[in-house]
């Protein structure tokens, strides 16, 4: 019996563990700290370039209000091991835009890496690596990929902290405007305060080609959410109740493409159309009758399709 016990306990003692471990409450509290209606301001400005001869493009700086919240949790209800956070953008008094998305993962072991072009290919973390982690999956305004990176929320000396740098498309505000580089490196730091959060970021702009990366330029970001009055985001609130079951078919089918693929890329356009339209016209074509959800996701999948190379 005692030989058994030894055994057992050597066994425990020598190799490795990899069963998941349950998720911190400070770290799900911070997911959710960045929840509210806020007052945002976004700042870009770049800081620095290897070439003398480049030209540093303008600061750009923007104000809005946005609703930031959790749309949809899983897992054991005091210690969700996912959230999916949705933001609202709200302009003026009654007009809403539906903006970008994340989902916060804890210790997921598959994300999607942004290469160019509108393609991304899988990876995958050991469960080593991904152990106490918490993985932040942001999408686009159409529910399509974005960026994905994992790291280890940190709680120290007063601050809660998330960091992580990955490679990512060129952001709405540059690739409307620029075609001189393809890649946009950010490291991304989110971090929790009393009054909302800040989405500090140091953002390095790549070319990438077969003969490697090269730094064009780098940039600071600084996006203060700080957290005003509820009354503010009502029209986003009522929006979001009348077009929610949609949009959670749009994440669906998103979710079962994604999850069916080791590598996607998007196309831009398609006959002229974007995706992103595409989607907001058939939201208004079924909001016209009932709303069927099998078959709106049938729509939804042959739209995105369409976009599909």
Known sequence: ??????????????????????????????????????????????TFAPEKSYIFKDRYTAKGTELVFVDEESGPANRPTKLVIQHLLVVGDSMVVKHWREDWEFQNTSLLKFDQSASW???KLTPDQAKGQWAQKVFEVDDSPRYQGSATWVH?????????????????????????????????HHEIRPDGYVHDQDNDKLIRSEAGDQLLASEKGLNTYQRTDDAKCKAAKDWWAKNR????????????????RDAIAIKGQVKGQVLGRELDELAATTQ??????ASSRQLIRQTIEKYLK
């Open 288 to 293: 016209k009758t009932t709303y069927n959800s």
């Open 156 to 188: 120290v000396d007063g601050r809660t902290y998330w960091e992580s740098t990955v490679d990512a498309p060129l952001p709405r505000r540059e690739y409307t405007k620029r075609t001189d580089y393809n890649v946009m490196r950010r490291t991304n």
């Open 121 to 123: 290919k899988r990876i």
């Open 1 to 46: 019996m005692r030989l058994s016990l030894f055994v057992s306990a050597l066994f425990i003692l020598t190799c490795p563990i990899y069963a998941q471990t349950a998720p911190k409450p400070e770290d799900i509290a911070a997911i959710k700290g960045q929840c509210g209606c806020h007052d945002v301001n976004f700042v870009y400005a770049e």
């Open 245 to 260: 079951t949609y949009w959670a078919d749009v994440r669906a089918v998103w979710g079962d493409v994604l999850a069916s």
